[in-house]
T-cell receptor
Framework: DTGVSQNPRHKITKRGQNVTFRCDPI?????LYWYRQTLGQGPEFLTY????????KSRLLSDRFSAERPKGSFSTLEIQRTEQGDSAMYLC???????????????????FGSGTRLTVV | AQKVTQAQTEISVVEKEDVTLDCVYE???????LFWYKQPPSGELVFLIR??????QNEISGRYSWNFQKSTSSFNFTITASQVVDSAVYFC??????????????FGKGTLLTVNP
């Protein structure tokens, strides 16, 4: 198990183009989250999946954003018609239901990926 | 609404000094989790600790210790005998765990810790 994997690590795109990011969570984790982090700020919640169901979306997630998690495994986050304000680090995290696991175990908290850094020029 | 405040934007210390990172939170929930994460320059958020709202015992893990005080809504993090490798941004976060919650995290803005040799 290699943890949470995100691809690509970096993406530079021209304004107006569409981009798609992928997140592969820890295989036994049924919960998956997307966060966005801008420079000098903490991560902000975007959306949440339990298995394949998208159960919550933040107001930060405009109509240009869409996320999927087919079959409850990997997830994709697509941004259409990118704008310069979309430039940020997009982080994916996975977890079991909180309360499971014990301190020191890998599944005790959320596990984050290394993120995809998007630059819109 | 939940809120996490990390008043210290940047802290700079010399190696071997002790340093405390402050975290104050706001929530109307009676049950919640508190977290600390470390974010090195590589960008990945590294889990350090999770604390339940009903467990106010302080915790020590090696050079790291955490002081949770519900009365003041604070969850401070102390690094003893700091090392250069401790240099990173540290985030405090809060998660509601009441019924129906999605357990999403609310983060503070982070504290950039620089440990100089």
């Amino acid at each position: 198990d290699t943890g949470v994997s995100q691809n690509p690590r970096h993406k530079i795109t021209k304004r107006g183009q569409n981009v798609t990011f992928r997140c592969d969570p820890i295989s036994e984790h049924n919960r998956l989250y997307w966060y966005r982090q801008t420079l000098g700020q903490g991560p902000e919640f975007l959306t949440y999946f339990q298995n394949e169901a998208q159960l919550e979306k933040s107001r930060l997630l405009s109509d240009r954003f869409s996320a999927e998690r087919p079959k409850g495994s990997f997830s994709t986050l697509e941004i259409q018609r990118t704008e310069q304000g979309d430039s940020a680090m997009y982080l994916c995290a996975s977890s079991l239901l909180m309360g499971q696991g014990a301190p020191g175990e890998k599944n005790y908290g959320y596990t984050f990926g290394s993120g995809t850094r998007l630059t819109v020029v | 609404a939940q809120k996490v405040t990390q008043a210290q934007t940047e802290i700079s210390v010399v190696e071997k000094e002790d340093v405390t990172l402050d975290c104050v939170y706001e929530t109307r929930d009676t049950t919640y989790y508190l977290f600390w994460y470390k974010q090195p320059p590589s960008g990945e958020l590294v889990f350090l600790i999770r604390r339940n709202s009903f467990d106010e015992q302080n915790e020590i893990s090696g050079r790291y210790s955490w002081n949770f005080q519900k009365s003041t809504s604070s969850f401070n993090f102390t690094i003893t005998a700091s090392q250069v490798v401790d240099s990173a941004v540290y985030f405090c976060a809060l998660s509601d765990i009441s019924g129906g919650s999605n357990y999403k995290l609310t983060f503070g803005k982070g504290t950039l810790l620089t440990v100089n040799p």
